[in-house]
């Protein structure tokens, strides 16, 4: 099995920030594609940012400029920097792997989510 477990949601004021973080662990043979998703309440879910093994990113229109996704390969681990927040990007952020196991199965995980809420 793998786990995606996310960390760093909070509660900020609007333009302030935050750092999530997305820890990766079980039968991971290579770490492929990873994402950050949100869901804000009553609405779908929504990509935000993607980063390919080799760095390579890419971002939904609303956050750019503001948001910026990296991650740490040998840690297995992926980061999404939010800086001047805005109450609408208040949602569950999810944090998403495509993984091919040790089985050499492709997988796309998904983690449990993490709640960044944007308030006065």
């Known amino acids: 099995q793998v786990q995606l477990v996310e960390s760093g949601g909070g509660l900020v004021q609007p333009g302030g920030s935050l750092r999530l973080s997305c820890a990766a662990s079980g039968n991971i043979l290579s770490l492929n594609d990873m994402a950050w998703y949100r869901q804000a309440p009553g609405k779908q879910r929504e990509l935000v940012a993607t980063?390919?093994?080799?760095?390579?990113?890419n971002y939904a229109d609303s956050v750019k400029g503001r948001f910026t996704i990296s991650r740490d390969n040998a840690k297995k681990t992926v980061y999404l920097q939010m800086n001047s927040l805005k109450p609408e990007d208040t949602a569950v952020h999810y944090c998403n792997a495509r993984v091919t196991s040790f089985s050499f199965t492709r997988l796309e995980v998904w983690g449990q989510g993490t709640l960044v809420t944007v308030s006065s």
């Open positions: 980063i390919t093994y080799g760095g390579t990113t």
